[in-house]
């Protein structure tokens, strides 16, 4: 079985940090991009971050851009996001996902192309 489990979320004041892990278990990820996407009540779901199967290529939504820094563990099944600055607008169930990067080595932002899924963590800004 293929799984995506996050943590380290939870509650924090407006201008604080979190940072969020996405640990993947049941196959190599080292050949898999991930992301990090959010839905807050009532939104859809949103892209936030994106990491290639290398490390490299971080690449943000403008609205987290500047704030959130993402990253990829030594052993590559792991992913994190550094959040700093946070403000109520971040307030939102934060999701990791993972798609192999052989398909598709562009950075890649709509949730649809996304094969696996952790359940998600909640985050929430207070003001």
């Known amino acids: 079985q293929v799984q995506l489990v996050e943590s380290g979320g939870g509650l924090v004041q407006a201008g604080g940090s979190l940072r969020l892990s996405c640990a993947a278990s049941?196959?190599?990820?080292?050949?898999?991009?991930m992301g990090w996407f959010r839905q807050a009540p009532g939104k859809e779901r949103e892209f936030v971050a994106f990491?290639?199967?290398?490390?490299?290529?971080?690449y943000y939504a403008d609205s987290v851009k500047g704030r959130f820094t993402i990253s990829r563990g030594n052993a590559k099944n792991t992913i994190y996001l550094q959040m700093n600055s946070l403000k109520p607008e971040d307030t939102a169930v934060y999701y990791c996902?993972?798609?192999?990067?052989?398909?598709?080595?562009?950075?890649?932002?709509?949730?649809?192309?996304?094969?696996?899924w952790g359940p998600g963590t909640q985050v929430t800004v207070s003001s």
């Open positions: 990491i290639s199967w290398s490390g490299g290529s971080p």
């Open positions: 996902a993972a798609y192999p990067s052989s398909r598709d080595r562009r950075v890649v932002t709509m949730p649809h192309s996304y094969d696996y």
């Open positions: 049941g196959r190599t990820f080292s050949s898999y991009s």
